[in-house]
């Protein structure tokens, strides 16, 4: 006699009655006052899944979420992460070459050009802020 609960996928399987449970299974199933009320609950569950009208989405989305998991990842892409890189180097190099030069450089400037060469900068950085949050919105609204 089999002395174990039955399994989740037992009890799902018999509940919905796409499997017929083993003689030692339907024997411990016959005297398991536990099993018995678990594989009541799924009856109730499948009765109501049953009894549900079709899905309401336009899409079936139990196909939709494999296909989610399945993309490709963009590839990383090499050439540029070593341009990036290389030019940050060059930047590094020229800060510790001409980094006096630099800083008196900036530090004649007057306000008013310190903000005409300032501004491009906020801007552009504002302008990209802007982009990835309407793009953040178009994947949200496409779910
Ligand atoms: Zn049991």
């Not at 552009?124 to 994947?139: D, E, I, N, P």
Request: with cysteine.
């Amino acid at each position: 006699m089999k002395t174990a609960h039955l399994t989740e996928a037992q009890l799902q399987n018999h509940a919905d009655g796409s499997e017929i449970l083993e003689a030692s299974a339907s024997q411990h199933l016959s005297k398991c006052r536990f099993c018995q009320s678990q594989v009541g609950n799924y009856r109730l569950v499948v009765d109501a899944l049953s009894d549900m009208s079709g899905p309401t989405f336009q899409f079936n989305l139990a196909e939709l979420i494999p296909a989610e998991y399945n993309k490709k990842k963009v590839p990383l892409h090499w050439i540029a992460i070593a341009a990036a890189s290389f030019g940050a180097c060059l930047v590094v190099l020229a800060m510790g070459y001409y980094g006096m030069q630099l800083l008196t450089l900036f530090a004649a400037l007057s306000p008013v050009q310190s903000y005409i060469l300032s501004l491009p900068l906020i801007a552009f950085f504002l302008t990209q802020c802007a982009v990835q949050f309407f793009r953040y919105q178009q994947k949200l609204n496409s779910l």
